[in-house]
């Protein structure tokens, strides 16, 4: 049984060590493609669901309108995101697609990240790694919130391995 000191002092650690993993992915990021989070983020959503409008973007990434319009504005000029024509019920909602760089730079992104979060992982043995799985499983939960957060947590996130039927946030719905 833990004592409150120790339930603080790991408390402290799982802190430290989420904020260490976000820092040493946002430099991973701007290290591989120049760009700093938001626009990863915004790479990351189009290449892994291209259709996106903005207004979808703009909630999973976490900005106000204006901020995602101006962001995907510098990625059409950047020639990494492609406006194509308009969806469905709605010719203004146009949907963005990455262009040929824009998809290099979403590999680029994925394989930037795998890379730090490897590092981490590369500490753990088999069935540590299996242990920490089972636990970030229930913890993952408690720090979501229904609704939008949901796909926010997730703006990084390496879908194409992602096991949909085990995802912890999608079953919170």
């Known amino acids: 049984m833990t004592t409150d000191r120790e339930t603080l002092r790991l408390e402290n650690l799982f802190g430290a060590m989420s904020l260490a993993l976000v820092d040493k992915m946002e430099k991973a990021f701007a290290d591989e493609t120049g760009l700093g989070p938001s626009a990863i983020a915004a ?4 290449g892994t669901e291209p259709g996106l409008t903005i207004e979808t973007l703009r909630r999973m990434i976490a900005l106000s309108h204006s901020a ?3 962001l995907v504005d510098q990625l059409v000029a950047s020639d990494l995101v492609l406006r194509a024509g308009g969806v469905e019920g709605d010719k203004r909602a146009r949907s963005l697609q990455l262009t040929e760089s824009g998809r290099v730079l979403f590999d680029r992104s994925l394989a930037a990240r ?6 981490a992982f590369k500490a753990l043995k088999p069935e540590e790694a299996d242990q920490l799985g089972r636990l970030v499983e229930k913890l993952l939960p408690a720090l979501v919130d229904l609704g939008d957060d949901q796909d926010v947590v997730c703006r990084v996130c390496d879908q194409g ?4 039927d085990r995802c912890p946030i999608t079953f919170m719905t």
């Open 114 to 119: 795998r890379a730090v979060i490897g590092r």
């Open 43 to 46: 790479i990351v959503q189009i």
């Open 68 to 70: 995602t319009v101006r």
């Open 161 to 164: 391995v992602c096991d949909q």
